[in-house]
C-alpha cells in the first residue's frame, strides 16, 4: 500500500531504540501491534496544496510484529523483526478504485518486509565520552510481498534492501531519582532494483531516520517526542506514474516527515509496555492524512522467564 512507506519507519518503542545495546546474553522480546488510517494523498507539490486526493473512504490497516534482540558480545546486539499485516480499502467503489481498477484496491493479507540488524557501540557515555555512538547494517527481506506490490494495499514492494545505520545519543538522571535519554537515527538504505523506469533502476536508494526524547521524572514512567523521516529523492512524481505497471508505486519518489509522541510504562517483573502515536506533517507522493497508534510490550529475558 502506500501506507507500506510508512509502517518500517514507526516501529517499536523499545525494541533496539537508540545507541545503546544489550549485555553480551542478554535478550528481550518486543510484542506489539498497530493501527493506521489514511484518507488523503499529496502529489508532487505535498502536503498543503490544494492538488492533495482523497483516497475515497481511506485505507484501513491492522498489524502485529514480534521483535527479539539479543546481546551477541559486548558492546554488539542483533535484532530480528517479524511483522504481519491486513490492509483493506473502506470502500472501494469510490472514484479512485473505479479508475485505478479493482485489482489495486484488493485487501492485502500476510507477512511483510522482514529486518535484520546488528549494532555495534563504538563511544559509549560511560567511559568519559558526551555521547554514546554506535554504528550497525540493516537488511529488509520484502520478496513475500512481491505478488502484491502494485495494490494501494500493499504490504511492501518485494525487495531486499541492505544499509548502514549510525546512532548518536545520550542518557542522564534528573532530580528526584528520573532521567532523560536522547537520540538520533539515520540510515541509508539500497533499495534492489525490480524494474527500469525512464532509465532509472526503482524503487532508488533513501535516507531514513529518527529522533526520540524521553524524559522520566519518576523511573517507572516516561514520555516525549518522537519524530521520523524518508527521503527517496529519485522517481516519479504520482502525476507521472502508470498504475499498469506493477512497480508503479516503487517508482515513485518520496519525502515523509511524521511526528508524534510516546509513552513508555517501566512495571515490575521485566516486563514494559509502550504507546506511541504518530501523523504524518508533510509529505509528497505520500499519504499525507495519516494516524499511526503502536502498542506494544517488551519483556525482558524472555528465554531465562521461560526456564523459571
Known sequence: MLASLMLAATGAALAG??????????????????????????????????????????????????????????????????????????????????????????????????????????????????????????????????????????????TFDVGPLLWLGRSAGLGGGGYWSAFIETGYRFRQSTARVQGTGVPAHEWHGQVDLQVAPKTKLSLGPTISWLVRPSGLDFEQADPTDPDWLAALSVTKLSAGGTVIARGEHNVTGSLSVLNNVWTTNNPTDVLSVNLGLSIQEPLKRGRD
Open 17 to 158: 531504540s537508540g545507541p545503546w545495546a544489550l549485555e553480551e546474553g542478554d535478550q528481550t522480546l518486543y510484542l506489539g501491534t498497530e493501527a493506521q488510517r489514511l484518507s488523503r494523498l499529496s502529489v508532487s507539490d505535498g502536503s498543503y496544496a490544494d492538488s492533495v486526493l482523497d483516497v475515497d473512504s481511506g485505507i484501513s490497516t491492522f498489524g502485529l510484529k514480534a521483535i527479539g534482540t539479543f546481546g551477541l558480545l559486548p558492546g554488539m546486539e542483533i535484532e530480528a523483526s517479524l511483522p504481519w499485516y491486513t490492509a483493506r480499502m473502506n470502500r472501494d467503489d469510490g472514484p479512485v478504485c473505479s479508475a485505478l481498477g479493482k485489482d489495486i484496491c484488493e485487501p492485502t493479507s500476510g507477512v511483510g518486509v522482514i529486518t535484520l540488524r546488528a549494532k555495534q557501540v563504538l563511544v559509549d557515555e560511560v567511559a568519559g565520552p558526551p555521547l554514546t555512538m554506535s554504528l550497525g547494517l540493516e537488511s529488509r527481506f520484502g520478496h513475500l510481498t512481491t505478488t502484491t506490490r502494485n495494490r494501494l494495499t500493499n504490504l511492501g514492494e518485494g
